[in-house]
Nanobody
Framework: QVQLVESGGGLVQPGGSLSVSCAAS????????MGWYRQAPGKQRELVAS???????NYADSVKGRFTLSRDNAKTTVDLQMNSLKPEDTAVYYC???????????????WGQGTLVTVSS
């Protein structure tokens, strides 16, 4: 079984910074893509940023230049540094691991439980 454990998040004022982290654990052989999605109230879940095992990053246009994703393949962790936060960044942020290959050769997509980020004065 593979799990994603998220940490970070919370309340921050507009213009502030915050980071969220995610660690994968379990019977993992490799993970292709790790990243973060978010879902604001009344809206669909959307991609924030993701990174392949080879280091290729993909960012939503709305966060380019403000958010930075980093990944440690050895530790199977992914961190999202969020700067210049705006009220519209308020959402539940979900860690995602896609293309997870387990040690018994299962192929999975795994989601974290979500962590709330609130940007408000």
């Amino acid at each position: 079984q593979v799990q994603l454990v998220e940490s970070g998040g919370g309340l921050v004022q507009p213009g502030g910074s915050l980071s969220v982290s995610c660690a994968a654990s379990g019977s993992i052989f490799s993970i292709n893509v790790m990243g973060w999605y978010r879902q604001a109230p009344g809206k669909q879940r959307e991609l924030v940023a993701s990174m392949t095992r080879g280091g290729r990053a993909n960012y939503a246009d709305s966060v380019k230049g403000r958010f930075t994703l980093s990944r440690d393949n050895a530790k199977t962790t992914v961190d999202l540094q969020m700067n210049s936060l705006k009220p519209e960044d308020t959402a539940v942020y979900y860690c995602n691991a896609d293309g997870v290959v387990t040690t018994d050769y299962k192929y999975l997509e795994v989601w974290g439980q979500g962590t709330l980020v609130t940007v408000s004065s």
